[in-house]
């Protein structure tokens, strides 16, 4: 007779810590599905998913009870048996807060988990003016301001998430350069911390990065697996989705394409060097180069934001004058020279312009089109095109509200409570 031990059970007893993790990734499963999918069923989220319906039925229970989701009626599958009822993503109690700072605005988007939007302005605000200590304390005021509008919308903020043209050390909340604003090494994120209300968390990070986030998930490139998004700013970024994931790189600093060098006769940029990207095709150039009388650092009189100043172009442009057309096929040539060196590096599918880009669309393309096609190892072949953004100069508050909505999906346990007894079941996938 045998003396060796007996096996264990096939399927042992998971430890606690793991059953609780294991619950929160099947609860971020559910809460995703419903985002991507619309209402279901209970029956239809098992499905969809491949958890077990009464796993299904449990971390439904624990999602209503976190208020984040709603029931909303029945729904008829079209089949014998019983109608279910469906179930949507709802959130309204939740206030997800992005806000964008740049030289001439401070920009505020925010929504509940449902991406409806409850809060969205655009300051004018000269971020160049009075350094630093004074941008930190003005973005502490805004981000009062848009949290105590929140509450006032009966949504509780769980987070802010804050978009500066420069590069950041997301880990950290640091912003370790941005040019055009003029700061160096700034602990952005400690400081608001340590001026917002306790436990609010905090997260700064790249502009076009996030922008880049807000294209993928609902701009006009939405779903694309392989894009370029192009700020229009002052200065010029690019946030990088590369096979539906966004790149940063090996530091986090990817994307800095505005001081890609093109020029080296060319002007001095903010960064110190010469002839970048940005001095060609910023919005700050085509100003200079369209009225120079009212260029950045000149013009007197109430601050404006970027709109105001390309709508003014925009009737220029309509109105034939030569000076701005000429000014504009430039910039629309070195635009397209800058998005070939894109499109030899990256192969994107799409080059999404944003902010003034975006706008000007209508002159600018046409000029960069043929400059890209020449200059573009793979010519046609890679299949690029410029398309306009239509969210506009919001796009990065836009996505920086989208991180803090996204971090609620990846774990929903840290908003709301869950109901006083929550049926633990094991969630295995359905043979």
């Given at each position: 007779?045998?003396?060796?031990?007996?096996?264990?059970?096939?399927?042992?007893?998971?430890?606690?810590?793991?059953?609780?993790?294991?619950?929160?990734?099947?609860?971020?499963?559910?809460?995703?599905?419903?985002?991507?999918?619309?209402?279901?069923?209970?029956?239809?989220?098992?499905?969809?998913?491949?958890?077990?319906?009464?796993?299904?039925?449990?971390?439904?229970?624990?999602?209503?009870?976190?208020?984040?989701?709603?029931?909303?009626?029945?729904?008829?599958?079209?089949?014998?048996?019983?109608?279910?009822?469906?179930?949507?993503?709802?959130?309204?109690?939740?206030?997800?807060?992005?806000?964008?700072?740049?030289?001439?605005?401070?920009?505020?988007?925010?929504?509940?988990?449902?991406?409806?939007?409850?809060?969205?302005?655009?300051?004018?605000?000269?971020?160049?003016?009075?350094?630093?200590?004074?941008?930190?304390?003005?973005?502490?005021?805004?981000?009062?301001?848009?949290?105590?509008?929140?509450?006032?919308?009966?949504?509780?903020?769980?987070?802010?998430?804050?978009?500066?043209?420069?590069?950041?050390?997301?880990?950290?909340?640091?912003?370790?350069?941005?040019?055009?604003?003029?700061?160096?090494?700034?602990?952005?994120?400690?400081?608001?911390?340590?001026?917002?209300?306790?436990?609010?968390?905090?997260?700064?990070?790249?502009?076009?990065?996030?922008?880049?986030?807000?294209?993928?998930?609902?701009?006009?490139?939405?779903?694309?697996?392989?894009?370029?998004?192009?700020?229009?700013?002052?200065?010029?970024?690019?946030?990088?989705?590369?096979?539906?994931?966004?790149?940063?790189?090996?530091?986090?600093?990817?994307?800095?394409?505005?001081?890609?060098?093109?020029?080296?006769?060319?002007?001095?940029?903010?960064?110190?060097?010469?002839?970048?990207?940005?001095?060609?095709?910023?919005?700050?150039?085509?100003?200079?180069?369209?009225?120079?009388?009212?260029?950045?650092?000149?013009?007197?009189?109430?601050?404006?934001?970027?709109?105001?100043?390309?709508?003014?172009?925009?009737?220029?442009?309509?109105?034939?004058?030569?000076v701005a057309l000429d000014a504009v096929?430039?910039?629309?040539?070195?635009?397209?020279?800058?998005?070939?060196?894109?499109?030899?590096?990256?192969?994107?599918?799409v080059l999404v312009l944003g902010g003034?880009?975006?706008?000007?669309?209508?002159?600018?393309?046409?000029?960069?089109?043929?400059?890209?096609?020449?200059?573009?190892?793979?010519?046609?072949?890679?299949?690029?095109?410029?398309?306009?953004?239509?969210?506009?100069?919001?796009?990065?508050?836009?996505?920086?509200?989208g991180v803090v909505v996204d971090r609620?999906?990846?774990?929903?346990?840290?908003?709301?409570?869950?109901?006083?007894?929550?049926?633990?079941?094991?969630?295995?996938?359905?043979?």
């Amino acid at each position: 007779m045998s003396t060796a031990p007996r096996s264990g059970p096939l399927h042992p007893a998971s430890a606690p810590g793991d059953q609780l993790s294991l619950r929160r990734a099947n609860l971020s499963r559910t809460l995703g599905h419903l985002r991507a999918h619309g209402p279901r069923s209970r029956a239809a989220i098992a499905a969809g998913t491949g958890l077990h319906k009464a796993t299904v039925s449990s971390l439904v229970d624990e999602l209503l009870a976190r208020q984040l989701v709603q029931e909303t009626g029945l729904e008829y599958s079209g089949t014998a048996g019983r109608p279910g009822r469906a179930v949507a993503l709802d959130g309204a109690g939740v206030g997800a807060l992005g806000v964008a700072i740049n030289v001439d605005y401070i920009g505020v988007h925010a929504t509940d988990l449902a991406g409806r939007v409850l809060v969205e302005r655009r300051i004018a605000f000269d971020a160049t003016a009075g350094g630093p200590d004074r941008c930190v304390a003005a973005l502490t005021e805004v981000i009062l301001e848009a949290l105590r509008d929140l509450e006032r919308r009966g949504a509780v903020p769980v987070g802010v998430t804050v978009a500066v043209p420069g590069l950041v050390d997301v880990a950290h909340g640091a912003v370790v350069l941005a040019p055009n604003l003029d700061w160096h090494d700034l602990p952005l994120g400690p400081r608001l911390v340590a001026a917002l209300p306790a436990g609010l968390r905090v997260v700064v990070d790249n502009d076009a990065n996030l922008a880049a986030l807000a294209e993928h998930t609902y701009g006009v490139a939405a779903g694309t697996r392989d894009l370029v998004y192009l700020t229009g700013e002052v200065g010029v970024g690019g946030g990088v989705i590369s096979d539906g994931r966004l790149l940063r790189g090996t530091d986090g600093f990817s994307g800095e394409v505005g001081h890609l060098p093109v020029d080296p006769a060319g002007r001095r940029c903010g960064c110190g060097r010469t002839g970048c990207w940005e001095t060609k095709v910023g919005l700050a150039e085509l100003v200079r180069a369209v009225t120079p009388d009212r260029a950045y650092g000149l013009e007197s009189g109430p601050l404006r934001v970027p709109e105001e100043r390309v709508a003014e172009l925009h009737r220029r442009l309509a109105a034939g004058d030569p000076v701005a057309l000429d000014a504009v096929a430039e910039v629309g040539r070195w635009l397209g020279l800058g998005g070939a060196i894109l499109v030899n590096l990256v192969n994107p599918r799409v080059l999404v312009l944003g902010g003034y880009f975006a706008t000007l669309a209508e002159w600018l393309i046409p000029a960069a089109r043929p400059e890209l096609d020449r200059l573009a190892v793979a010519g046609r072949a890679a299949h690029c095109r410029f398309v306009a953004s239509d969210l506009g100069f919001t796009a990065a508050a836009r996505g920086a509200a989208g991180v803090v909505v996204d971090r609620v999906i990846a774990d929903p346990t840290s908003v709301g409570s869950p109901p006083d007894t929550v049926t633990r079941v094991t969630a295995v996938r359905v043979p």
